[in-house]
């Protein structure tokens, strides 16, 4: 897509200073300052015999002697000139080359000058004219100025000369490609920060970054009076865009990149060079961003007064994204295929296995998973070179406690798995809105159009993996301008409403308007292009558990643009006996005659030219490929029609094949809902034979399924009612109208809902045995509706135990009583603390729980929380966790007030948490609280606390306020992960 470039007016005119950033970054210092300094080459020649280095100075030392036409200007081969004189500019520093299979000196100086000759030659024959006349030319523009600005660095560090009376030459050609982009950005199409607030804007940022740093204190020409031949304007803008992309546009809450697996790879290529670069240079320092309003219009967005950026590479946000990737990796090591991300493509951790990254060890473990190299246009393997420290030893997920079940809300990416090992069961699913949509906030309250132009319509969407093998599949990516063909409604699990599902989340570059400068800006970015951030196929989870035995997401999402107004509920059940029950629910918004069709489609890895086989099965399907087949049976509470047809994904090497998918049609009248089962069975092969895990199903008007794994019967059903008896004679634990749940002679586990007496509930539990008798139990109950609610459990006594929650338990005849507060959640189980703390919002919103809007007072309350023993209780807020930019802060409190009110003063995510004692003991909880809006508000002072109000129960665990609730308010957000998250567990 081509961009209309306009032209401003010029700014002043700035020469090239001696030193940039003056008091900030004064000394120009010796060359090389980006990938490696001239006092750690013997530490790096060291150690190229060991691995991975060898390898990496291997794949190095091959792109150095690849030959190239000095004068070829097409992207392609431009790029690998670009690599290669970087490659031979390294070899030639290092002053390393192959000697057979030994990695030695070069022979003598004849030989080690030829290699540096050759980067000299291309980096004199460089392209000077950046490649800005497309969005996707733009990112090359700024490969290209990244790897002449290391190669020229090189050069100049070096021992040897080799650039002689070309060296003004090299700088010139190198500061003309860094003006010609900054310029570009900043004068002549600008408006590109406005429209491509994503990896384009962040990549040349950072090359113009890595320019400024080599360029300090170099002599060149000043080509124009404009005011682009400036490094310190340079580096002003690399900082500002980078924070401004990669924290805040881009980056949610759970260091999710809104762009996708494949994007952040992207990104990285360049972000993580200058990052590494700009630490190195300038010892860690932050710098001091100072907008000047009179110079380039980039200054359009983002704050108007000064503000600080730390040291982005030991940032918490920049390792936070690295972790999101290990949170979301598949089993093989590489990001999962949702959004614009081609299936394979691994993430660089090898860059962050460094000693000042304090998952350094997390990230060599996770580099181990996956191919060695991940090379994408820019060559990576010089990076890793210098950065990646082998004295730090590996560390698994498990060695460093984190759960294999990981829960991402904000970043709407919730991933089930049943291990970390490579050959594991994974499942996942989608729930992205926001900033994982693609609509980025900046912390001054503006919202940017930032990723969507590489979103897929997929709310709900659920990918497998297991075994070795990816069996329902997800369409993947094939470049962007074929990713069309897999990134529509029907390339997803998901269920299609009269054959429609969302409207894509993308938009062309808006219509131009002026605003009260008569400065061109674009148009409102929500009103263009026909769809609204927030509704049409925005989804989010409002249930989450992470227990292991029987991990469950509750995802809410609408239809409005394309298919009939339709709000659903997808749960997603992952129980230990890996298996995948999705239960869905589809609602019509609107009173309608007539019928709609519902088409739930399974995309399943076989058929067609996908390398494995299709077969439809009883109510459902199998595929099979070499190593695993997966079988998914489904019912519903309307006849099923069973159909297949061909669909597109990305196979190896972007090329695209066809698999065969099941779709499962159910024709309803139009003002009726209808729920869907399916339950997805990974087999693998067992030395040549798969493993048979039949399926039976019901659909006599209540839908179920039942299926047995060795000594496990499970079962999946909705709209009957069915009484849970656990393996101890007479226990009689549960009575549900659904659920799904596993039960052997040791446990039984589970999620279920439609209880006696709460209707709009869901608990989710497990109960161990042990020779008949029941040693244990946990129990996550929900109150979805609008009253408290209240679960009785017949469970036996159990000796020298304690339940723990907020709750009221009478041990009496074995009856346990479990009191929720409307919109609430609470988790008793077995544990020591006598302390239970318990905090829910008591004004939930009508539009989504846990979702507020900016100027609204959020009042929260700690009633929930009780002494088992009936002790008096102190309560003690904290505001935890708020927007970098936010003054908002909680009031003073009386620490005999079980509430407190506070007013948001910017959107964004909050946390407040509650620490409840009494008598010496302890207990804490917290709740994150996510509020949507624009602009900043002035939270003024908190007012002082109500005096307390008499109460005559001195636990009266459960109380709370009565809410409205619509009916897709299933719950108030189970967000409980402050903790683990800061250890990297969801």
Not at 121 to 131: C, G, K, Q, S, V
Not at 883 to 890: E, I
Request: glycine share 10%; hydrophobic share 40%; charged share 20%.
């Amino acid at each position: 897509m081509l961009i209309v470039t306009m032209a401003l007016s010029p700014w002043t005119a700035s020469a090239a200073p001696a030193h940039w950033l003056e008091g900030q970054m004064t000394e120009a210092g010796a060359h090389p300052r980006t990938l490696i300094r001239a006092d750690e080459c013997a530490r790096v020649r060291d150690r190229l015999d060991r691995e991975p280095y060898r390898t990496w100075f291997l794949h190095a030392h091959g792109l150095a002697l690849q030959e190239h036409d000095p004068g070829e200007d097409e992207i392609g081969p431009a790029l690998a000139r670009a690599n290669t004189a970087r490659a031979a500019a390294l070899l030639f520093f290092l002053d390393r080359t192959l000697d057979g299979d030994r990695i030695a000196p070069f022979p003598d100086e004849t030989a080690r000058r030829a290699i540096g000759e050759r980067a000299a030659l291309y980096l004199r024959e460089m392209r000077t004219e950046p490649r800005i006349d497309s969005f996707t030319l733009s990112t090359h523009s700024a490969h290209e100025l990244a790897l002449w600005a290391e190669t020229l660095d090189l050069l100049l560090g070096a021992d040897l000369d080799v650039l002689g009376a070309d060296r003004a030459r090299c700088v010139q050609n190198t500061a003309d490609l860094a003006a010609g982009i900054y310029g570009a950005y900043a004068a002549d199409i600008w408006i590109l920060e406005r429209t491509a607030s994503n990896n384009h804007l962040s990549k040349a940022a950072s090359a113009l970054g890595l320019a400024a740093i080599v360029l300090n204190g170099e002599d060149f020409a000043i080509q124009n009076d404009d005011g682009r031949y400036a490094p310190e304007l340079w580096i002003d803008f690399a900082v500002r865009n980078t924070d401004l992309i990669l924290r805040q546009i881009t980056a949610d809450f759970d260091g999710g990149y809104g762009e996708g697996g494949f994007y952040l790879i992207y990104a990285a290529l360049s972000h993580l060079p200058f990052f590494w670069a700009w630490h190195r240079y300038t010892g860690g320092a932050a710098y001091r961003v100072t907008p000047d309003v009179t110079a380039p219009p980039y200054y359009v967005i983002g704050s108007q007064t000064p503000y600080t950026v730390q040291d982005p590479w030991t940032a918490a946000w920049l390792e936070r994204s690295a972790l999101w990737a290990v949170r979301v990796m598949l089993p093989d090591g590489s990001m999962p295929p949702f959004d614009d991300t081609y299936p394979g493509r691994t993430f660089l951790f090898s860059a962050l296995v460094r000693p000042e990254i304090a998952h350094g060890g997390l990230f060599r473990w996770a580099s181990e998973r996956g191919p060695l190299l991940a090379s994408q246009q820019v060559d990576p393997s010089l990076l890793f070179l210098a950065t990646f420290d082998d004295s730090l030893a590996s560390a698994s997920p498990e060695d460093l406690g984190w759960a294999p079940v990981q829960l991402m809300p904000f970043a709407g990416h919730l991933v089930f798995r049943d291990g970390w090992q490579a050959d594991g069961v994974c499942a996942l699913m989608l729930a992205e809105h926001g900033k994982a949509k693609g609509w980025g906030q900046t912390d001054w309250g503006e919202i940017i159009q930032g990723a969507a132009s590489h979103e897929h319509a997929d709310p709900g969407a659920a990918m497998l993996y297991a075994f070795g093998e990816a069996l329902l599949i997800d369409g993947g990516y094939l470049g962007f301008g074929d990713h069309a063909r897999v990134n529509q409604p029907i390339h997803h699990n998901l269920i299609l409403v009269d054959g429609e599902g969302p409207a894509m989340p993308h938009q062309a570059i808006p219509e131009l308007t002026t605003d009260e400068n008569g400065q061109l800006v674009p148009a409102d970015l929500r009103e263009e292009g026909g769809w609204v951030p927030g509704e049409d196929g925005d989804a989010y989870a409002v249930y989450l558990d992470d227990e292991p035995g029987a991990a469950f997401a509750e995802v809410v999402f609408s239809y409005s643009a394309d298919a009939p107004r339709t709000h659903f509920r997808r749960q997603a059940i992952f129980l230990r006996e890996r298996f995948v029950v999705l239960h869905d629910r589809a609602m019509p918004a609107e009173e309608e005659s007539g019928e709609r069709v519902y088409t739930l489609q399974l995309h399943g890895h076989g058929g067609a030219t996908s390398g494995g086989s299709f077969e439809l099965a009883g109510r459902g399907a199998v595929w099979t490929r070499e190593r695993a087949r997966l079988r998914a049976a489904c019912t519903a509470s309307a006849p099923l029609e069973l159909a297949s047809r061909t669909s597109s994904h990305e196979g190896p090497g972007v090329q695209e094949l066809q698999h065969t998918a099941l779709d499962a049609s159910a024709r309803v009248p139009a003002a009726e809902a209808v729920e869907f089962l399916t339950v997805l069975i990974p087999e693998a092969d067992q030395g040549g034979a798969f493993e048979e895990v039949p399926v039976t199903v019901d659909q006599a008007g209540a839908p179920s399924l039942d299926w047995r794994r060795g000594d496990a019967t499970c079962a999946a059903w909705t709209r009957q009612d069915r009484e849970l008896t656990g393996s101890a004679a007479g226990n009689s634990l549960l009575r549900a109208a659904g659920g799904a749940y596993c039960e052997s002679p040791e446990r039984l586990g589970g999620l279920f809902w439609n209880l006696d007496g709460a209707p709009d509930s869901l608990v989710s539990a497990w109960f161990s045995f042990d020779a008949g008798s029941l040693t244990g139990f946990r129990v996550a109950v929900h109150a979805a509706g609008r009253d408290e609610t209240s679960l009785e459990l017949d469970l036996p006594a159990i000796a020298g135990q304690e339940p723990d929650g907020a709750c009221e338990l009478s041990a009496a005849g074995g009856r346990w009583l479990v009191r929720v507060p409307a919109g609430g959640s609470v988790r008793p189980a077995f544990r020591r603390s006598p302390i239970a703390a318990g905090l829910h919002a008591t004004e939930i919103p009508a539009h989504r729980p846990a979702l507020f809007e900016l100027g609204q007072e959020i009042a929260l309350s700690a009633d929930a929380s009780c002494a088992l023993d009936g002790r008096q209780l102190s309560y003690a807020f904290a505001l935890v966790e708020r927007p970098a930019a936010s003054a908002s802060r909680l009031p003073e409190q009386d620490p005999a007030l079980a509430t407190i009110r506070f007013l948001p003063d910017l959107p964004g995510v909050y946390a407040v948490e509650v620490t409840v004692r009494g008598s010496g003991d302890a207990a804490a909880t917290e709740l994150w609280l996510e509020v949507e809006g624009e602009g900043r508000i002035d939270p003024g002072e908190p007012e002082p606390p109500a005096p307390p109000v008499p109460d005559d129960e001195s636990c009266a665990c459960g109380g709370g306020e009565p809410s409205s609730i619509p009916f897709l308010a299933w719950a108030a957000w189970a967000v409980r992960f402050r903790c683990r998250r800061r250890t990297g567990s969801a």
